[in-house]
């Protein structure tokens, strides 16, 4: 399945917030209360906060389509927009790469890391960095078998649940 991959800009707001808040739920809603996956949703994922995050110039979001269906996302973070200080500065970080559940197993989560590596190869860097859930084992075994490795941790709050993320590197 090929995928285009085009950056958001402003007009596609609407369609990125739908595809964050429908994936989000997707992810982990069976794995987290109501109350804790709402207060996240409209507080990180709001319309409001998604515009604020694409005016930043080292945040960048791209959407995948497949034909005309959107499947998923992407988001990375460069210099002073990413989450934690992390391997010297000389990474950057891929916040968000979520796919609708009905499209997983397609190879579309291999295109979006792709996509990241060549975006982050152009930007002159030679490695990246995210974070994935502790619990979320799908991910993790997809980020393991793309190759990376885990080199901390940190504390990602979920509404009021303080739940572990695990730092994972990759040099390319």
Known sequence: MILNIHPVGKEDLKSLHTVSVQTFKETFEDQNTQEDMSQYVN???????????????????????????LVGYLKLNFEEAQKETVLEGKAFEIQRIYILKAHQNKGIGSQLFEKAVEIGKAKAYSQLWLGVWE???????????????????????LGTDKQTDILMQFEF
């Open 43 to 69: 507080e990180q994922l709001s319309l409001d906060q998604l515009s604020k995050e694409l005016s930043d110039p080292n945040t960048s979001f791209y959407l995948a389509f497949c034909g005309n269906e």
């Open 135 to 157: 619990f979320n084992h799908k991910a993790l075994e997809f980020y393991k078998k793309k190759g990376l490795k885990p080199f901390d941790s940190h504390v990602f709050l």
